[in-house]
């Protein structure tokens, strides 16, 4: 896959900014450390978005240069985290030096990219022994409800736990054949079912839906979640996640 599934999916998400920033999970910090190069003086967040990878790199004391194309989502990131430096560009057309960066890092993300154009970015600014880091939260664990919620919206929850099969899980998205490292950090994550629909609200296949449509298909969504919370005797549920990482030294 060369591009965007859809264009318009791409270009929704500065549309809901702030709820997506409110309700989309963050990444578990283990799994970040091991993204970041030894002694990185620093690190490109690309499709920053609103910054939660952002954020885990600052928290982790890394210097960043957080480069978004969404003005709407870059806003969001500059109220969060004022004191980090900032570019409105996108993947295909990064505004750094050559050699300037330790790694380029992108947090659920890479399958919106034209993805020969991003590598050979990615190539131009990294510096020697520098690598592309990309960070994705899938589905962990499996319990019946969430097979229930998968029926329902395959395309968000996701049918199959992430695997570690030994194989590079973004080689059918422009790195094939390029050497790589891949880890599974397992973390979890408390939700109430009107949180949980107010996260798959923030996804795009739902935000390019009309309207009548989306919100029948979250309310099922979100009366599955609340189901099981009553049959559990319990307000939130527990998501088990895992957080797929792969280093590509490309």
């Avoid at 880091?133 to 899938?138: R, T």
Wanted: proline share 8%.
């Amino acid at each position: 896959m060369s591009g965007p599934v859809d264009p318009r999916r791409a270009r929704v998400f500065g549309t809901f900014a702030a709820d997506y920033d409110r309700w989309r999970p963050s990444y578990p910090e283990e799994a970040v450390r091991w993204l970041v190069p030894d002694n990185a003086r620093l690190v490109a967040d690309v499709g920053a978005g609103t910054g939660k990878l952002t954020g885990v790199l600052v928290r982790l004391g890394v210097e960043v240069v957080a480069v978004e194309p969404d003005p709407d989502m870059l806003d969001v990131l500059r109220a969060n985290h004022p004191h980090v430096q900032l570019a409105n560009a996108p993947a295909e057309a990064l505004p750094l030096a050559d050699g300037g960066v330790d790694a380029v890092l992108v947090g659920q993300a890479w399958h919106w990219f034209d993805h020969q154009r991003a590598v050979a970015e990615v190539r131009r600014v990294l510096r020697p022994g520098g690598w592309l880091g990309i960070i994705g939260n899938e589905a962990g664990p499996r319990e019946p409800w969430l097979d229930e919620l998968a029926a329902l919206h395959p395309d968000v929850v996701g049918t199959d736990d992430a695997t570690d099969d030994g194989a590079n899980p973004w080689a059918e998205q422009g790195l094939a054949g390029v050497p790589f490292a891949a880890r599974l950090f397992p973390w979890q994550h408390m939700m109430t079912p009107a949180a949980l629909k107010s996260l798959l609200a923030t996804h795009s296949v739902f935000a390019v839906m009309p309207e009548a449509e989306r919100e029948a298909r979250l309310g099922q969504m979100a009366a599955v979640a609340q189901a099981e919370a009553d049959r559990r005797g319990v307000s939130e549920l527990p998501f088990h996640q895992v957080a797929s990482c792969v280093r590509v030294f490309v």
